[in-house]
């Protein structure tokens, strides 16, 4: 009996009687029937990766005599009771009889190359520093024959909430899904390395632009549908960064930067889609960089450079202004104005988002409390983040706050983004209970363009729908039935179950009156009856004006 020492596998092969003896962690982690049983290539062939088999067989031969004998030294991947291949390095030597100087037996140890910094554990690919080495073996190669090619990182969009929402066990499941598919689906002759967190890596000698776009475009039909992992149903898509070399780099280092920035650049694009690297797009990715030290320092600053806009909401029966939507504005360092698309994505990926949100939260209430003078029972609506509704502090510090300004809860709505919703329902709903309780009323934003916009009506505990303006634009066109009865029908539903609807995006006095008589929405938001002004210009326009 082979006894286990370490995390090492061991194997001794009587190569007259064709008997095989094994550790027994290589009975528990591979497909083998026993400690002791006979013909072990009957079994391990069968494991072995299909694209290393042949050399596996070829590494076997096994020498005549104690002069050509060199040992067994090979790495392969191999196929674990759990279905996951991972890399391994097989060292053995033969001993042979005195008399016949035959090989009579065959006896080493198979060791998992993550523990030697070959691969990584968890999805058997070679890992970063294999990677490494390959693009430099790819340099040289183009300094010797002149032929370039490309890099492409790869990264799971999203993944963070992922391991979030579920655990990092099931994100680990993910990721040797994800290990499995784009390998799976890669050109032949490509190997797939892990990098760190959700990252992979291929080099792709002599490869061009639109042999990569047909690379990405194959991983992307792999994840264009909802994948089954431990009973739950998932949908996740990747994106990727693509460097050519050596058009943007001759130095390792140099490369995988430029590929980083690419990826990151994808995801900030939208995701699900492969950027590849040029100056105008690292230039844009560098201004990114810049303008989270710019947020960071107008944070310290007492949140210097941002301020927040207002946007009426009426009542749709009678065009009287109920309410208003408080949307943040930031003017950088050098005093321009930054689009809310490039600088919010900017504080929910760093986290600044917290003391930002708090900071729009007590400023909104202030002005809410101010406004009751002129308008009273007008209510201001907050958007939230995801990252806010995970910080455990904030349920108190807007319970706090609300009481700082004595500002009755009901005036309150916080909007959530149906788009950062996930599956953890549960937790969500608790802490939304929480808020209604305390009179505070509850949002759902961008109601159409998620997932699963049913699920989340279904699921989310919510006072108000914000139904988004793609299904209001050519609204009253005659030949577009379908947008105008979905939208009659989602008031209908919402109605239906104590929930008022907001439509967004309304510019016509014909959209307007469409909405009111057909669809008969609640309240109306749209440059219709006013575009988001600071609060002076808003005071003007609603209060003044309306008081002469």
Known sequence: MIQRTSDDYYFATDLQENLVMVSANMV???????????????????????????????????????????????????????????WVRCRGQYAFDNKTDKPFLFTGTVKKLGQRNHADELTGLLNKYQFENTVKVALN????????????????????????????????????????????????????????????????????????????ENVQKTFARPH????????????????????????????????????????????????????????????????RDDLRLSIENDFEGFSLFFQPQVSTKNKKLVGAEALLRWRNPKGRMVSPMEFIRILEETKMIIPVGRWIFETAVQQCKKWQEDNPGMSISINLSYEQIKEASFRDFVVNCLKKYDLNPELIVLELTETTIVSDWSNINSLFDDFRRCGIRIAMDDFGTGYSSLAYLKNLSCDIVKIDRMFVTNITKEENHFDRRLVGVTVDLCHSVNIDCCIEGVETTEEYELLRDICHADTIQGYLFGRPESPDNFEEKYFKSAQA
């Not at 391991?163 to 040797?176: A, P, W």
Request: one cysteine or more.
């Open 28 to 86: 528990n982690d591979f497909d083998v029937p026993s400690e002791c049983f006979y013909d072990m290539n009957k079994y391990w062939f069968k494991l072995i990766h299909p694209d290393d088999l042949h050399d596996y067989v070829e590494s076997l031969q096994i020498p005549e005599s104690r002069k050509l004998n060199v040992g067994h030294d090979h790495e392969y991947r191999i196929k674990t009771r759990k279905g996951d291949y991972i």
């Open 141 to 216: 190669r183009y300094r010797a024959d002149g032929i370039g090619g490309a890099l492409m990182v790869f990264g799971i969009d999203n993944f963070k909430i992922v391991n979030e929402t579920y655990n990092r066990h099931y994100g680990d499941e993910v990721l040797k899904l994800a290990a499995r598919y784009v390998s799976d689906v890669l050109p032949e002759g490509l190997m797939l390395y892990k990098l760190d967190g959700d990252e992979f890596a291929v080099v792709c000698p002599g490869a061009d632009e639109e042999q990569v776009t047909t690379i990405f």
């Open 228 to 291: 089954n992992i431990e009973g739950r149903s998932i949908f996740c898509t990747m994106s990727a960064g693509t460097v050519m070399y050596p058009q943007s780099g001759k130095d390792y280092l140099v490369l995988h930067k430029h590929a980083e920035a690419a990826l990151d650049l994808a995801k900030k694009d939208g995701k699900n889609k492969n950027c590849i690297f040029s100056k105008e797009n690292y230039n844009r990715w560098k201004r990114s960089l810049t303008m």
